[in-house]
């Protein structure tokens, strides 16, 4: 929440003090608009929009599949193989997380399958 409330406040806080003449010695304000210390444009050039999206959009898609069931089935699936020896199981599972990856995003695959690789 404060890193919040920081962004919110470069927003607000102006980039000079030149409103202070009005409000300090009523005289009349003759400039134009003072400028805040962050602009829309420049955080709009600066963040990287996509790279949000996907990894929002994937840890939405891990959530949907621990809700929906799909990520107990897939790690019921993989408990079986836990008596395989170690590279054998690194196999599989790689080619299960290939394989699951051409339907959904690599974020929620990975959300789906570290936890149950860390239970075995």
């Known amino acids: 929440m404060p890193t919040i409330f920081v962004v919110v406040m470069c ?3 102006p980039a000079n003090y030149a409103f202070l003449r009005y409000c300090l010695c009523k005289r009349p304000f003759t400039t134009a608009p003072t400028p805040s210390l962050v602009t829309w444009k420049f955080i ?3 963040v990287p929009w ?3 999206f996907l990894l929002g959009g994937g840890f939405a898609l ?3 599949s621990k809700v929906s069931g799909m990520a107990s089935m897939i790690g ?3 408990v079986v193989l ?3 020896p170690h590279p054998l199981l690194l196999l599989v599972v790689i080619l299960v997380a290939v394989f ?3 339907f959904s995003s690599n974020v929620a695959i990975a959300n789906i399958i570290i936890p149950v ?3 075995m």
Request: cysteine-free.
């Open 82 to 84: 836990k008596s395989l």
């Open 11 to 13: 927003f607000v806080l």
């Open 100 to 102: 699951l990856t051409a």
């Open 117 to 119: 690789l860390a239970e």
């Open 76 to 78: 019921n699936a993989l």
């Open 44 to 46: 709009q050039s600066k």
């Open 50 to 52: 996509g790279l949000i």
């Open 62 to 64: 891990a959530e949907g």
